[in-house]
């Protein structure tokens, strides 16, 4: 038997962000090693000189930064604790860093027929700005050296970046944060993490681990990136999170790196993971591929599936044609199953879906699989839904489809549908 109830889609508004889910980790940043680090500082290696490229050739390069004059700007950030002096020029690669990271996402969109002319960044004297905030504590205050935790960086990190900037739910800030420690590491470097959440349509926060500016991940150009990008010089006693290999290729941690950027600037956006093309989508592991979309490099590329893209397309940071004047977020009442039985592969959900202006469209995810189920794109103030969800056979148990509903004024809407599967 199946019982149907109906179901108010909450508003996402900045006090309820976290709760909503849309802050993630980056895979498994924070976590303790089996043995703990020395809790003093290694002297740091000589940074290798690029190796033979040999073969591979550059088949895009990314288009550089612009100042597009929009409202919705993004805000550069380097945040250097007291105990820590800042990474050499550390502005020059963070443009670099984020100008691979507007290419990924105006390439893609533009490749799907969605009108955007890419991210708007601060300008100042004609460059992109980069906005250096001192911290008031040592490194070690942030990160928990050598219980390090990323959510506890996030913590601490961000109301200062707010006090000197402004409230998140204001700014979508892109944060690098100088506090990863040196030593040995399963992973990456001690200390290393990357997360992200969507604070409201006008602000949001990514914030990542400043290893990835280190000299031998980071250019100070992009033509200097590309020859980082097709270099397999080993980096001695590190390893990348990619395939998990002592001693990786330099490549794959400006994939991790640069990867990561992107996936947690999803979030930023209110964007969910999607797991279903785990080698491909952005907001899975396919951010660790980057280096396809650039080189003549064999095997997948990084790209948005059509179900986060239609989600992506209509925020107020990329979309060309947001309405911007539209500040009421859309709402729906759904209806949808109580109970299902094992093994059932479909989901019917109905209801009426509005908003004041224009809808934009709407997406179904299941934490349980860490994976989108598909989505719609929408068109005027009420669409009447009546939808099925093809879902993987399903086992035993509590189950929940989180719906995401998105105006084309960039306003978020969650629901959180509870099912038990018998």
Not at 179 to 200: D, H, M, N, Q, V
Not at 238 to 247: G, I
């Amino acid at each position: 038997m199946h019982r149907a109830c109906r179901m108010n889609v909450a508003r996402t508004s900045a006090a309820s962000a976290l709760a909503v889910a849309c802050l993630a980790a980056f895979a498994a940043f924070g976590a303790a090693p089996a043995a703990k680090p020395p809790p003093t500082k290694a002297p740091a290696a000589k940074t290798p000189a690029p190796g033979d490229t040999g073969a591979i050739q550059v088949m895009v390069r990314p288009e550089p930064l612009r100042d597009l004059g929009r409202k919705n700007k993004v805000r550069l950030v380097y945040f250097v604790p007291k105990d820590r002096r800042p990474t050499d020029h550390w502005a020059e690669k963070i443009t670099v860093l984020a100008t691979f990271m507007n290419d990924l996402y105006t390439r893609d969109l533009r490749a799907k027929g969605y009108p955007t002319s890419g991210l708007d960044f601060e300008f100042q004297n004609a460059k992109p700005l980069v906005h250096l905030v001192a911290g008031k504590d040592a490194a070690a205050d942030y990160s928990g050296d050598p219980d390090f935790d990323g959510r506890r960086q996030w913590s601490r990190i961000l109301p200062q970046v707010e006090a000197d900037l402004g409230k998140a739910r204001d700014n979508l800030f892109i944060i690098f944060a100088e506090t990863y420690s040196e030593g040995p590491w399963k992973f990456e470097f001690p200390g290393g993490f990357a997360l992200g959440c969507r604070f409201s349509p006008c602000g949001g926060v990514g914030m990542f681990s400043a290893w990835v500016l280190r000299d031998e991940f980071c250019a100070t150009t992009v033509e200097g990136q590309l020859r980082y990008l097709a270099d397999s010089t080993p980096i001695p006693g590190r390893t990348a999170l990619h395939r998990m290999k002592a001693d990786s290729p330099r490549f794959e941690f400006i994939e991790d790196g640069f990867g990561a950027v992107a996936h947690e600037t999803g979030h930023a956006f209110g964007l969910v993971h999607d797991r279903r093309a785990d080698d491909v989508e952005i907001m899975g592991n396919g951010f660790r591929h980057l280096r396809n979309n650039y080189l003549d490099t064999p095997g997948p590329k990084a790209a948005f599936l059509m179900d986060t893209a239609r989600m992506l397309r209509w925020s107020r940071f990329l979309a060309d044609d947001c309405d911007l004047a539209d500040n009421q977020p859309p709402a729906a009442n759904i209806t949808h199953p109580t109970r299902l039985r094992a093994g059932a592969t479909t989901l019917l959900l109905a209801g009426d879906l509005t908003d004041d202006k224009a809808l934009g469209a709407i997406q179904f995810f299941s934490p349980r699989h860490d994976w989108v189920l598909g989505g719609l794109d929408l068109e005027g103030r009420q669409v009447c839904l009546n939808h099925v969800l093809v879902v993987p056979p399903l086992e035993k148990g509590p189950l929940e489809v989180v719906v995401s509903l998105i105006d084309r004024g960039g306003n978020l809407a969650t629901a959180r549908l509870k099912m038990e599967v018998e």
